[in-house]
C-alpha cells in the first residue's frame, strides 16, 4: 500500500484492542478458556451471534447496567459522520436518518453536521399523528436548511421521501454487506454501526480504517474490529451480509476496500 495509508500504526491499533479485549472482556477472555490456551488473535464471531451478548461485550470494570444506560450499540454518530464523507454527501447539509425509535442526538460529533431522526410508517408509536409529531423536529431542520441528507434503507426511503417534498435530498443507502458492494451503499451491521462506504471516484467500498481494522477469515469473508469503541469491545466481527464479499486495497487510493470474492 502507498504510504499515505499507515498500515503498521494500523495494525498497531488492532493488536491494541485484541489485548484490552483478552484482557479486560469476558467474551473474549471466555475464547481462552475454551482453547485451553493464550490466543494470538480472537474466533472471528458472526455479527447475528452477538445480539444477547452486550452484557459479555463490556469491560469487567464497567458491566453494562441497563437501569442506567441505554443500550450501547447506538454508537456516538462520528462513523455516520465519516462513511458520509466517504460518500462524499453534502458536509454542510442537515443529516435525517430513518430509524425505528427517537435518539436524543443534534449532531455527528461535536463538529459534525446537524442530526435528526425520522420515523418511517409502522413505526411503534401511539398513532399516525403522535409519529408525526416527533418528526416535526427533524423536517424542520431540514426546512429551514433547504436541503437534507436522508440515511435508511430502500423501502423505508420510499415512504418517508414525500414527506421531504421542496427539499433538496441526497440519498444515502444502508445496506448490508455484500449489498453494500454491489450497488455502492452505505455498509451497516446492527452491531458494527457504518463501518465502510462507496469511495470517491473509484467504484470500489472502502473501509472506515480510521475507525474499523478488516481482517480476512479462513474462508475469505471480512472480520471487523472497531478500534474506538470501549463499550461494547468488538473484535473480529464478520457482519451480516459478509459472506460474499472479501478484503482489497483501493487501487487509486491504496487504502483497505471490501470486494467481491
Known amino acids: 500500500?502507498?504510504?499515505?495509508?499507515?498500515?503498521?500504526?494500523?495494525?498497531?491499533?488492532?493488536?491494541?484492542?485484541?489485548?484490552?479485549?483478552?484482557?479486560?472482556?469476558?467474551?473474549?477472555?471466555?475464547?481462552?478458556?475454551?482453547?485451553?490456551?493464550?490466543?494470538?488473535?480472537p474466533q472471528p464471531t458472526p455479527s447475528e451471534a452477538l445480539a444477547d451478548q452486550l452484557h459479555r461485550l463490556c469491560p469487567f470494570?464497567?458491566?453494562?447496567?441497563?437501569?442506567?444506560?441505554?443500550?450501547?450499540?447506538?454508537?456516538?454518530?462520528?462513523?455516520?459522520?465519516?462513511?458520509?464523507?466517504?460518500?462524499?454527501?453534502?458536509?454542510?447539509?442537515?443529516?435525517?436518518?430513518?430509524?425505528?425509535?427517537?435518539?436524543?442526538?443534534?449532531?455527528?460529533?461535536?463538529?459534525?453536521?446537524?442530526?435528526?431522526?425520522?420515523?418511517?410508517?409502522?413505526?411503534?408509536?401511539?398513532?399516525?399523528?403522535?409519529?408525526?409529531?416527533?418528526?416535526?423536529?427533524?423536517?424542520?431542520l431540514a426546512a429551514r436548511a433547504g436541503r437534507a441528507t436522508l440515511v435508511g434503507e430502500r423501502p423505508a426511503l420510499d415512504t418517508v421521501l414525500p414527506e421531504l417534498d421542496g427539499i433538496a435530498v441526497t440519498v444515502a443507502e444502508r445496506m448490508d454487506t455484500g449489498q453494500a458492494v454491489r450497488e455502492h451503499g452505505l455498509a451497516y451491521d446492527p452491531h458494527l454501526g457504518y463501518f465502510a462506504a462507496p469511495g470517491s471516484g473509484c467504484g470500489t467500498t472502502h473501509l472506515l480504517w480510521r475507525r474499523f481494522h478488516a481482517r480476512r477469515t479462513a474462508g475469505g469473508a471480512p472480520a471487523v474490529t472497531a478500534l474506538r469503541r470501549a463499550r461494547p469491545v468488538l473484535v473480529d466481527v464478520v457482519p451480516y451480509g459478509a459472506e460474499t464479499v472479501t478484503l482489497g486495497s483501493c487501487p487509486a487510493h491504496g487504502t483497505p476496500i471490501i470486494v467481491t470474492h
Open 1 to 41: 500500500m502507498p504510504a499515505e495509508f499507515p498500515a503498521a500504526r494500523w495494525e498497531r491499533a488492532y493488536r491494541k484492542v485484541v489485548e484490552t479485549a483478552f484482557m479486560k472482556v469476558p467474551f473474549y477472555r471466555d475464547q481462552w478458556v475454551a482453547a485451553g490456551r493464550a490466543l494470538d488473535e
Open 61 to 140: 470494570a464497567r458491566p453494562f447496567d441497563p437501569s442506567r444506560e441505554p443500550p450501547p450499540w447506538i454508537s456516538d454518530g462520528r462513523d455516520l459522520r465519516e462513511a458520509l464523507a466517504q460518500a462524499r454527501a453534502p458536509r454542510r447539509a442537515p443529516v435525517l436518518e430513518v430509524r425505528p425509535a427517537v435518539l436524543d442526538r443534534r449532531a455527528l460529533g461535536r463538529t459534525g453536521p446537524r442530526y435528526g431522526v425520522i420515523l418511517a410508517p409502522g413505526a411503534k408509536v401511539v398513532d399516525e399523528a403522535r409519529r408525526r409529531e416527533l418528526n416535526s423536529a427533524a423536517l424542520r
